[in-house]
């Protein structure tokens, strides 16, 4: 748990002095009865407890010990000066105050309250009966009690407000702690999309524009030309595209993407299927019914990922995509006829897993389906308003 800063530890101790003005009650006696040793005694008092209140004040960790040899001082300097002071029942009183802020445990506080109380009226009936210097009247030995139970009750809830505001604030830190994390792995995974997959277009474009370039026919500079055109309008919208992702825009929409993906594919020499002829598939394969805007974002960005991986690292001449909705379940299938030499699974995987599994869903990823080549990513959403629900209601 975060700690109270420095600077607050400061304000706080300099504010702790301003208790320590309850010291002009040690001088009440005096005042009303000028004796030497009733002066002598009470500057003594005073300076020994102005160095225990230093200590206490100086160790400003709670549950430190010295806060407690400094506590038990401050009321044993009360046991001693009493019966001979009646203003030294402060001492009483700032033992009581201190404690709620150095021990956390309610139990251990009431105690300890309660042994302090005995040990006042203890005292109080042993010095009652006894004339002169030494004598505690009863007046006083109540008052001393009184006080210790108002004042000490007073701070036991001072001190629980002042933990629990530490606690929020404690926890209001980590919470920001872990939202700029979250936030940073965000930009991360949305770059690693965005910025692998546009790469790749453009070194597919310009490796082939340098192609066109080197044949030399008469139509090719024009191809090549159309070419970096294609990778300048390419750059440009990848820069937009970082911009949105650092703003929070998570992906332009899945029909978008799938006309991107096609593009793509058609670059790297793939023909893109959209293939809807499967028991249960979807009208309209590009533009599955019923998606959310984070489930579109999610397999928008999945799709741009299986995309990626196929033109980056697949031998591949064809790609298969298709929605089936089926069992409750909605289901993209990315496949392709390639070759995969990727052993374990990078970011891209990983951050399409995570995407996929923060809203419920599953993706599995399968190879050497057809003649022990090619790739297969299944991706499965539950359908939150399954067939014949809708009808139901209506």
Not at 210 to 219: E, P, V, Y
Request: hydrophobic fraction near 50%.
């Amino acid at each position: 748990m975060p700690t109270i800063a420095p600077i607050t530890k400061k304000r706080q101790g300099n504010s702790a002095w301003v208790w320590f003005a309850y010291t002009s009650f040690l001088f009440i006696d005096p005042l009303i009865e000028p004796r030497l040793y009733l002066w002598l005694g009470t500057i003594a008092a005073f300076f020994v407890f102005l160095g225990i209140f230093a200590l206490y004040v100086r160790a400003s960790d709670e549950g430190s010990p010295i806060r407690f040899w400094m506590i038990a001082a401050t009321f044993v300097l009360g046991l001693i000066t009493f019966p001979w002071i009646g203003g030294a029942s402060t001492f009483f009183v700032y033992a009581a105050a201190f404690l709620p802020f150095s021990i956390v445990s309610l139990r251990r506080v009431f105690s300890i309250f309660l042994l302090e109380v005995l040990l006042v009226l203890a005292e109080g009936y042993i010095f009652h009966a006894h004339a002169g210097i030494f004598h505690i009247g009863w007046p006083n030995t109540l008052i001393a009690i009184f006080l210790m139970g108002i004042i000490g009750g007073g701070n036991v809830l001072f001190a629980q407000e002042r933990r629990a505001d530490r606690k929020l604030r404690a926890a209001l830190e980590e919470n920001l702690a872990l939202a700029a994390v979250a936030e940073r792995e965000r930009i991360a995974r949305d770059l690693h999309d965005v910025l692998g997959h546009t790469l790749s277009v453009i070194v597919l474009k310009a490796e082939l524009a340098g192609r066109l370039i080197n044949r030399g026919d008469a139509s090719d500079p024009q191809r090549a030309a159309a070419e970096i055109a294609d990778v300048e309008r390419i750059a440009r919208t990848a820069l937009a595209e970082v911009r949105e992702a650092i703003g929070g825009y998570r992906a332009r929409g899945l029909t978008a993407e799938i006309e991107a993906a096609r593009l793509t594919l058609d670059a790297a020499g793939v023909t893109l299927i959209l293939d809807s002829d499967t028991a249960g598939v979807d009208s309209s394969p590009a533009t599955p019914p019923h998606l959310s805007a984070a489930e579109e974002t999610a397999l928008a960005l999945a799709l741009r990922e299986a995309v990626t991986n196929i033109v980056r690292h697949a031998r591949a001449t064809t790609c298969r995509l298709h929605f089936i909705t089926e069992d409750n379940h909605r289901r993209l299938v990315i496949e392709d006829n390639g070759e995969h030499t990727i052993a374990r699974e990078g970011n891209g995987l990983r951050g399409m897993r995570e995407r996929i599994e923060s809203l419920g869903g599953h993706l599995s990823l399968d190879r050497g389906l057809a003649c022990d080549h090619g790739t297969r990513v299944v991706i499965e959403l539950p359908l939150r308003n399954p067939i014949g629900t809708e009808v139901a209601a209506s």
